[in-house]
């Protein structure tokens, strides 16, 4: 156990649809990452926060947004989903210091119909 | 710009026979290197991780070593298992950012 956690593990919605996606990071991580694995793109950086402010943005369409709350956890928000936004959604986390470890949590599956 | 390199899968062992997945990696910056293994139905875990050229990073008898004559980070276990039968990732973070940028994945399979 990473000690991140996620929910839902599994999300069935349809298109055109909006979502929003869970994560509470490990006691004392104020940095809290988002990635998304999918079958043709792989495992993608998403988005970084760190102590509730954007540090850095990858891949994110504009589609989707996030944030991060006073008390750490964050939110991936996905709007207007489309087929092709059916993946895995991994959150991580870790500690101050840009040499620290990310832990990940166990995954969100979303299915877009 | 930064990418991983990794071999395609699946790589199919017997049991207590030596594994290698290849690794290769973009040389921008100063980049540290990670292997990272998920188990059906799990999260990403670290494995192991090299800092700097010529590291050697070892964990549960896997190594991989820094090369960056090579710009590759090996994996390596000498008499693989039943239990290793995961996906294996490469990755790489650049110096000064945090983001990690993965290989695509190989993915390992090991009968008794």
């Known amino acids: 156990d990473s000690g991140v956690t996620q929910t839902p593990k599994h999300l069935i919605t349809a298109t055109g649809q909006r979502v929003t996606l869970r994560c509470s990071p490990r006691s004392g991580d104020l940095s809290v990452y988002w990635y998304q694995q999918s079958l043709d793109q792989g495992l993608q950086f998403l988005i970084q926060?760190?102590?509730?402010?954007?540090?850095a943005k990858g891949n994110i369409l504009e589609r989707f947004s996030a944030q991060q709350f006073p008390d750490l956890h964050s939110e991936l928000n996905l709007s207007s989903l489309e087929l092709g936004d059916s993946a895995l959604y991994f959150c991580?986390?870790?500690?101050?210091?840009?040499?620290?470890?990310?832990?990940f949590g166990p995954g969100t599956r979303l299915t877009v119909l | 710009g930064d990418s991983v390199t990794q071999m395609e899968g699946p790589v199919t062992l017997s049991e207590e026979a030596f594994l290698t997945i290849n690794c290769t990696y973009t040389a921008t910056g100063y980049p540290s290197l990670f292997w990272y293994v998920q188990y059906p139905g799990e999260g990403l875990q670290l494995l192991l991780k090299a800092t700097k050229a010529d590291d050697k990073g070892s964990n549960k008898g896997f190594e991989a070593t820094y090369r960056k004559e090579t710009t590759s980070f090996h994996l390596e276990k000498g008499s693989v298992q039943v239990s290793d039968s995961a996906v294996y990732f490469c990755a790489r973070r650049t110096t000064g950012f945090q983001k990690l940028v993965f290989g695509t994945g190989t993915r390992l399979l090991v009968s008794p």
């Open positions: 926060y760190y102590n509730g402010e954007e540090r």
């Open positions: 991580a986390s870790s500690g101050t210091g840009s040499n620290n470890e990310q832990f």
